[in-house]
T-cell receptor, first 110, second 113 residues
Framework: SQQGEEDPQALSIQEGENATMNCSYK?????LQWYRQNSGRGLVHLIL?????REKHSGRLRVTLDTSKKSSSLLITASRAADTASYFC??????????FGDGTTLTVKP | NAGVTQTPKFQVLKTGQSMTLQCAQD?????MYWYRQDPGMGLRLIYY???????DKGEVPNGYNVSRLNKREFSLRLESAAPSQTSVYFC????????????FGPGTRLTVT
């Protein structure tokens, strides 16, 4: 499969804990993005990191990118029950092609 | 701005029937995409159009055709629907030119019996 791989497939934590998801990909990229999806609904863009960046923050989100290992991680700090959702990485090539990871299903227990 | 719109929202087809899924964006974006999402899985790219006048295959193009009608519209056609094409279909667009956030439509839930 050309799809990116994400791990873990499922993650269950308590409210207030941190959640870390990882994404690996197989090709050279222009940028990598993380999206959130609630219960099969539309996707919401969370954060984008370019290939020349190593780390980016947005509120409680921290994304890292290691192009030598072709991997990225998304950290959600101080998780809330409302963070329960599926999270997907998407990587984009210079040619404009987008590839989704398989996703991590996060459950945050109150 | 309406963003990315898709029609229809729901559709039931019988095996062998054909249909076209419509997608339009009003953000003057250059690139447009069609994905399918099967239960419990991520989105898989069917076709994309990096710019008006061009289309390219994605990961799972078999059984589909696309048309980039103009800069706003990108349609997906199923010529002879099969049960394996039961899925939720999402259209997305990107501005390009250094801005890469994808804007997604609400999805079309297609069932082929």
């Amino acid at each position: 499969s050309q799809q990116g791989e994400e791990d873990p497939q499922a993650l269950s934590i308590q409210e207030g804990e941190n959640a870390t998801m990882n994404c690996s990909y197989k090709t050279s990229i222009n940028n990598l993005q993380w999206y959130r999806q609630n219960s099969g609904r539309g996707l919401v863009h969370l954060i984008l990191i370019r290939s020349n960046e190593r780390e980016k923050h947005s509120g409680r989100l921290r994304v890292t990118l290691d192009t030598s290992k072709k991997s990225s991680s998304l950290l959600i700090t101080a998780s809330r029950a409302a963070d329960t959702a599926s999270y997907f990485c998407v990587y984009n090539t210079n040619a404009g092609k987008s590839t989704f990871g398989d996703g991590t299903t996060l459950t945050v227990k109150p | 701005n309406a963003g990315v719109t898709q029609t229809p929202k729901f559709q039931v087809l019988k095996t062998g029937q054909s249909m076209t899924l419509q997608c339009a964006q009003d953000m003057n974006h250059n690139s447009m995409y069609w994905y399918r999402q099967d239960p419990g899985m991520g989105l898989r790219l069917i076709y994309y159009s990096a710019s008006e006048g061009t289309t390219d295959k994605g990961e799972v193009p078999n059984g589909y055709n696309v048309s980039r009608l103009n800069k706003r519209e990108f349609s997906l056609r199923l010529e002879s629907a099969a049960p394996s094409q039961t899925s939720v279909y999402f259209c997305a667009s990107i501005q390009a030119g250094g801005v890469y956030e994808q804007y997604f439509g609400p999805g079309t839930r297609l069932t082929v019996t």
